[in-house]
């Protein structure tokens, strides 16, 4: 099933409060932004021209000040109001690297405002067609399990699910049987699904994931092509060399920028160089989850889906 109405359903079940400190000519520039995986993911999604619901939750000061700021046209929010706060950091980036200065984390759902969080997810989902769970940032905000009801429900009623989750998430997830799964190497290897990150372990370790259902299964490897598995066949994709800047977020434009392309019906390959293109544009840039919808257009005509050597597969 595609997407009905050109929408993607993103699960950001508590979205970040996110403060950077920059230099701007030699003087602070402090930047306050909502943040998280989902957010940063819907942010790109709308960039490429697809229309996003965003089901989360807000609490405590930081959830008052995200609410305010998640007021984006291009999206649609699906916010519940819960006792739970929302977590924050603050990041000094003067010196061109990335210091974390502090983190708070974000509280633990209710048993009632899962439950509400839950239904909410899953009407807005079968509504679009196509859902991209994303996680939290940290293990207490809700139980890994419910990412395998989500998973399970949505898929048994037609809805396609998309996923970029590691951990005891994404193994809650493949119980569930996900469409689409994109996992880093490094990832893989700390989950102990892969031995290394050699590619025949690697290959190894994709074809188990696969074995759960996910039609297409993604690996990125950092500075190497990513490895994609198609309907069993396996490629490496092949991005024009570019500067980075700040390479947190790549893998999270990269699965954003597929989902979006399959929420209007655009065939697998091409959302999957679309998705690479945004990844690679995203490390390009200071703000995570950005990039222009032409900018990663032109850039994905220059990515190469090389089918992977037999030998290797």
């Not at 954003?256 to 697998?268: H, N, Q, R, S």
């Amino acid at each position: 099933m595609t997407g009905q109405n050109g929408r993607v359903v993103v699960f950001a079940p508590s979205p970040q409060l996110t403060v950077t400190v920059e230099d701007l000519n030699g003087e602070p520039d402090i930047h306050v932004h909502p943040g998280g995986q989902g957010v940063w993911q819907a942010r790109m999604i709308t960039s490429l021209g697809a229309g996003v619901v965003l089901c989360g939750t807000v609490g405590g000061e930081t959830g008052h000040v995200v609410k305010h700021l998640l007021s984006d046209p291009l999206i649609e929010t699906q916010l519940l109001d819960v006792d739970a706060r929302n977590g924050a950091y603050v990041h000094d980036r003067r010196d061109g690297s990335r210091d974390e200065l502090v983190e708070m984390p974000a509280g633990e759902l209710s048993r009632h405002d899962l439950d509400d969080l839950y239904e909410l997810t899953l009407t807005h989902a079968l509504d679009a067609g196509i859902a991209l769970l994303s996680g939290p940032s940290n293990d207490r905000v809700l139980p890994h399990s419910l990412y395998r009801r989500l998973t399970e429900d949505l898929t048994a009623n037609g809805c396609r699910v998309l996923v970029d989750l590691a951990g005891e998430r994404l193994a809650e997830v493949l119980d569930g049987g996900p469409d689409f799964v994109k996992v880093s190497h490094e990832e893989l290897i700390e989950d102990g699904r892969a031995a290394s990150g050699e590619l025949p372990d690697l290959v190894a370790a994709i074809r188990e994931i696969a074995k759960c259902g996910p039609g297409t299964v993604v690996v990125s490897r950092a500075a190497e092509p990513a490895l994609a598995l198609v309907e069993d066949e396996l490629y490496t994709l092949h991005v024009p060399d570019l500067s980075p800047v700040d390479t947190r977020g790549g893998g999270d434009s990269m699965t954003a920028g597929v989902a979006a392309c399959l929420a209007k019906d655009e065939p697998i390959p091409e959302a999957l160089r679309i998705g690479a293109a945004a990844g690679a544009l995203n490390i390009t840039r200071r703000g995570l989850g950005t990039g222009g919808g032409e900018a990663i257009r032109t850039l994905a005509e220059r990515v190469e889906l090389r089918p992977l050597p037999e030998s290797w597969s």
